[in-house]
């Protein structure tokens, strides 16, 4: 599996962007998908979770009420809908698919895509 993420750019506070993660092979809509995001210096943290039919969606409290996931199985496509970002948003975003173990670990998931950087300015 390969994971194409795309959207990201500069946006000013109070802004909104829209996060694509677009995936090749087999078998994505039976793929439970995460957002996850990297600042400089920091660790990787997870950001958003959706199961394999959209129906249940996790997120972190930083974001909760701001963000939100979705998916189209029949583009193979994972969205994040970020609204009134804040300039702590500023990381490289990461898309990936969940393998086992808790949903808000980066080691929980695996094929993880390049990443795309969203820039908040104050």
């Known amino acids: 599996v390969q994971l194409q993420a795309s959207g990201g750019g500069l946006v000013q506070a109070g802004g909104s962007l829209r996060l694509s993660c677009t995936a090749s092979?087999?078998?994505?809509?039976?793929?439970?998908m995460g957002w996850f995001r990297q600042a400089p210096g920091k660790e990787r943290e997870f950001v958003a979770f959706?199961?394999?039919?959209?129906?249940?969606?996790y997120y972190a409290g930083s974001v909760k009420g701001r963000f939100t996931i979705s998916r189209d199985n029949v583009k193979n496509t994972v969205y994040l809908q970020m609204n009134s970002l804040k300039p702590e948003d500023t990381a490289i975003y990461y898309c990936?698919?969940?393998?086992?173990?808790?949903?808000?670990?980066?080691?929980?998931?695996?094929?993880w895509g390049q990443g795309t950087l969203v820039t908040v300015s104050s």
């Open positions: 959706i199961n394999w039919s959209g129906g249940i969606t």
């Open positions: 092979g087999r078998n994505f809509s039976r793929r439970v």
């Open positions: 990936s698919a969940y393998q086992s173990g808790d949903y808000d670990v980066p080691t929980s998931y695996t094929y």
